[in-house]
Nanobody, 133 residues
Framework: QVHVVESGGGLVQAGGSLRLSCAATTSDFSFDDHTWAWFRQAPGKEREGISSISWSGQMTYYSDSVKGRFTISRDVANSTLHLQMNNLKPEDTATYYC????????????????????????WGQGTQVTVSS
């Protein structure tokens, strides 16, 4: 079982940057044995998978909506996942969540080009990102 706490959200003007963090804590879980991901949910919309990183940390995936602007990374020593968000747009306004999945999940994400919420778990409370125009 993994528990996560997301942080780093806030209010920023369009074109600005934010860096989100996701601290994972567990007593029986290996951070680097899992696929990790960031999802987001805007008001009135379904949760959307936007970025994922493989268990090895060597492969990443981005949805078209954030590709070229967001960068996912991880700090294995501190069991922390990050999302660097640059050139933010008002449509990026949402609550951002991190989640974990089985290591083989990344292969599916990469092959299908989509992140399925049901494949991931350990959801935290999320962190709110608001981008003003």
């Amino acid at each position: 079982q993994v528990h996560v706490v997301e942080s780093g959200g806030g209010l920023v003007q369009a074109g600005g940057s934010l860096r989100l963090s996701c601290a994972a804590t567990t007593s029986d879980f290996s951070f680097d044995d899992h696929t990790w991901a960031w999802f987001r949910q805007a008001p009135g919309k379904e949760r959307e998978g936007i970025s994922s990183i493989s268990w090895s940390g060597q492969m990443t995936y981005y949805s078209d909506s954030v590709k070229g602007r967001f960068t996912i990374s991880r700090d294995v020593a501190n069991s922390t996942l990050h999302l660097q968000m640059n050139n933010l747009k008002p449509e990026d306004t949402a609550t951002y969540y991190c989640a974990a999945a089985a290591p083989q999940t990344f292969t599916t994400v990469q092959r299908l080009g989509v992140m399925t919420e049901a494949d991931f778990g350990g959801w935290g409370q999320g962190t709110q990102v608001t981008v003003s125009s």
